[in-house]
């Protein structure tokens, strides 16, 4: 068990800051949708045109929040914007229409990119370079460790349907980002960096970042692909149980809290990276494949070629996130790490506004075929990874910032 644990110092701090708004955010995801739907009456389509807009929005302001946390700190900055995120889940408890729905949404979309990015750079501050993936691994088994208690919390208010079970568990969820927030103060200061010559938004002139970010969203359709793409491939196209939905959810969930540390142990370098990208890439398509079986089969077979696809879905998730995570960082300017994960971490927004779309448009329009596209999609991503990184690696020096030690 310990060796599930990070190290102790920043990592492990950063893991419980990690731990505490994810638990409620795990009930705030399993919950939400039903509460602006049953309880403030909200239409699925303007609760969806909703999440789109504030999502945009954030993935676009995202990219100077991470700036403004390299300038003026990355502890403050992360702390400010989980109270932020806070203030944000908390204004969901009054909004009774769309506009006010609306705004609540674009502010907790905005906080919560920045966040992201600033943790990140806060990360990059007080954990060596080398020793940073394997650090990211744990913060994703926590994160999942997370979602997964806070998704019992929230199956709770669900089993329970009154309107009180749900303003709880937004509640829940504002208090987790506030005690996030006195988490990140208990870190050391990482001091802000000078401001570099060159543009101030540099990353959007870079291109090959631009590119590596762009094929990294093609990569993350694994996201959507678990949470929307699949229940409706087994509801619609199989004649395997609707339960089998959740069973794999879960695996998913255990899987990746479990083995993703393990995993992220090979990747300590830019050509480790690009070579599990790889690997990623080659298992992603062989579980688009296996998965495409599981139509026009006896419910056993469906059954069986589900549960390997879904094996083999995790372990290319797993070496797909330890890949993009080594590269994101060492591809990433030492003075403009907040800003460049800014925008590299507006591939999690885009991949997860615009892929239910491109999903089912491909696995339930086109059918079993569909799969076979997706997984040449990912396998094509995947080995572009490597001259992409090439050049990027060709136009700077890769140098890290300074590792501030804990107090």
């Keep these: 068990m310990m060796k599930l644990l990070p190290p102790a110092g920043p990592p492990r701090t950063l893991a419980l800051a990690q731990l505490s708004n994810s638990v409620g955010d795990g009930a705030f995801y399993v919950t939400s949708a039903l509460y602006f739907t049953q309880v403030v009456g909200l239409a699925p389509a303007r609760i969806g045109l909703g999440l789109a807009v504030a999502w945009a929005v954030g993935s676009i302001v995202g990219v100077p929040l991470g700036r403004l946390a390299d300038r003026r700190g990355p502890r403050g900055t992360a702390a400010l914007l989980a109270l932020a995120t806070s203030a944000s889940v908390a204004a969901f408890l009054v909004v009774r229409d769309f506009l006010p729905f609306l705004l609540a949404a674009c502010l907790y979309a905005t906080a919560q990119s920045g966040l992201s990015a600033a943790r990140q750079a806060l990360l990059a501050g007080l954990i060596a370079r080398e020793e940073r993936t394997s650090a990211l691994a744990h913060l994703q088994s926590t994160l999942n460790a997370g979602l997964a208690i806070g998704a019992a919390l929230g199956g709770l208010a669900l089993s329970a349907g009154t309107r009180s079970a749900y303003l709880a568990v937004f509640a829940v969820d504002a208090v987790s980002f506030l005690l996030c927030a006195l988490v990140l103060l208990r870190l050391p200061t990482v001091p802000p960096l000078p401001a570099p010559k060159g543009a101030k938004l540099a990353v959007l002139r870079d ?5 590596l970010t762009l094929l990294n969203t093609v990569l993350l359709l694994r996201m959507p692909l678990l949470s929307l793409g699949l229940p409706l491939w087994i509801t619609e196209r199989t004649t395997a149980p609707a339960w089998l939905v959740s069973a794999l959810f879960v695996l998913n ?13 090979s990747v300590t370098s830019t050509p480790t990276a690009v070579k599990a990208l790889r690997r990623s890439g080659c298992l992603m398509l062989l579980t688009c494949a296996v998965f495409a079986l599981s139509a026009g089969t006896p419910t056993w077979v469906a059954v069986i070629a589900l ?15 330890a890949g993009s995570w080594q590269l994101g960082f060492d591809l990433a300017p030492a003075d403009r790490i907040g800003e460049y994960q800014g925008f590299f971490g507006t591939g999690v927004t885009v991949a997860r506004t615009l892929g239910p779309l491109a999903l089912t448009t491909v696995l339930i329009g086109v059918g079993t075929m569909g799969w076979f596209l997706l997984g040449a999609l ?7 990874m490597g001259p992409t990184t090439r050049r990027a690696t060709a136009t700077r020096p890769l140098t890290a910032p300074a590792v501030i030690e804990a107090a």
Excluded: H, K
């Design 307 to 321: 549960l390997a696809g879904s094996v083999l879905l995790v372990a290319g998730e797993m070496l797909q996130s």
């Design 207 to 211: 291109r090959p970042y631009a590119l």
């Design 378 to 384: 990912f396998l094509a991503a995947s080995c572009a």
């Design 253 to 265: 969930t255990v899987a990746v809290m479990l083995f993703q540390v393990r995993t992220a142990r």
